[in-house]
């Protein structure tokens, strides 16, 4: 099958309004036995995936065994269901439907269950504010594993929002995320954290500048931790609100002048022929992800 059947089959059930005891009672095995089908510890056997293939037909006219090869994003329609709005599959269909690699989606989420408690919770961001030159910005952000086993974003800056996902990977953070109010998509790639709780991560991003030409455009940001996960989805949402709503220029001054030179670094040729860097990085050796802030080291 091109994608897991248990994101198929949990899709199915949600699509079709099935519990996993009505499924089993309907096919005539114990409920462990569907439970095992959902989270993947085991696929139905051959008889087994007939007997449930019928029974989708039964509801989905012309439903057949060929249509549990089709991707999650053709699956969800084939049920009829929109693969954007699917409650709780969003994420997971979404990433599909783009054609993001399976063996990569698999290693991203076991990456995850493995370091991405790490990353949860409420970040600022401090980045040039590329509009205004010598100013900056600062983003307010969460990060939550979702139901799905991915690493979510949401990020607000001064009413524009961005939703996401953050993918650790080879102690990375790759972030692949969309403006939704400007309708453009947001690039990023961090170094990662070995500590158990991620206080300061910072690396590179890319999107569109908000000029006429939309001009592609890459600085550097750091995200600072600010606050931790409650454990109330809810609560957590409209502190997320709360803070997205802050004003996103930083005021003047309040960025010291050895973040700033760490956020706008001079590059070229003249800082090549000087040692410095030909292109804008962020090497492992100079990120705030090794240690304390860059406000702590110099006091401010």
């Not at 991915?150 to 990375?172: A, D, I, R, Y």
């Not at 206080?199 to 890319?206: A, F, H, K, S, T």
């Not at 004003?247 to 070229?268: I, K, M, R, W, Y």
């Not at 705030?288 to 110099?298: F, H, M, N, V």
Request: aromatic share 6%.
């Amino acid at each position: 099958m091109s994608d897991a059947f248990s994101a198929k089959l949990a899709l199915a059930l949600k699509a079709l309004s099935l519990s996993r005891g009505r499924l089993a009672a309907d096919l005539g095995v114990d409920k462990s036995v569907v439970g095992r089908w959902v989270t993947g510890v085991a696929e139905p056997s051959g008889h087994n995936l007939s007997r449930l293939t019928g029974l989708i037909a039964t509801r989905i006219e012309g439903f057949n065994a060929l249509d549990w090869d089709r991707g999650l994003g053709d699956f969800a329609v084939r049920l009829g269901a929109d693969p954007g709005t699917v409650p709780g599959l969003a994420p997971q269909v979404a990433l599909a439907a783009a054609g993001l690699p399976l063996p990569l989606l698999d290693q991203i989420r076991a990456t995850t269950a493995l370091r991405g408690a790490a990353y949860e919770g409420f970040f600022r961001s401090t980045r040039p504010f590329t509009q205004n030159p010598g100013r900056f910005l600062h983003d307010h952000g969460m990060l939550r594993i979702d139901d799905h086993g991915l690493l979510s974003l949401k990020m607000g800056t001064g009413g524009q929002m961005v939703e996401g996902w953050f993918f650790p990977l080879q102690n990375q953070l790759f972030c692949v995320a969309a403006d939704v109010t400007s309708g453009a998509l947001v690039f990023g790639i961090f170094n990662g954290v070995p500590a158990a709780k991620a206080q300061v991560v910072d690396g590179l991003i890319l999107g569109s500048a908000l000029d006429a030409g939309r001009t592609p455009t890459a600085s550097i940001m750091m995200f600072e931790r600010i606050g931790d996960l409650s454990g109330d989805p809810a609560a957590d949402d409209a502190r997320f609100a709360e803070l997205a709503a802050s004003h996103p220029v930083a005021p003047a001054d309040s960025v010291s002048e050895t973040l700033q030179s760490h956020l706008a670094p001079d590059v070229g040729p003249a800082q090549l022929a000087a040692g410095g860097d030909w292109v804008l990085r962020m090497p492992l050796a100079r990120s705030l992800a090794r240690g304390p802030t860059l406000a702590e080291d110099d006091g401010s």
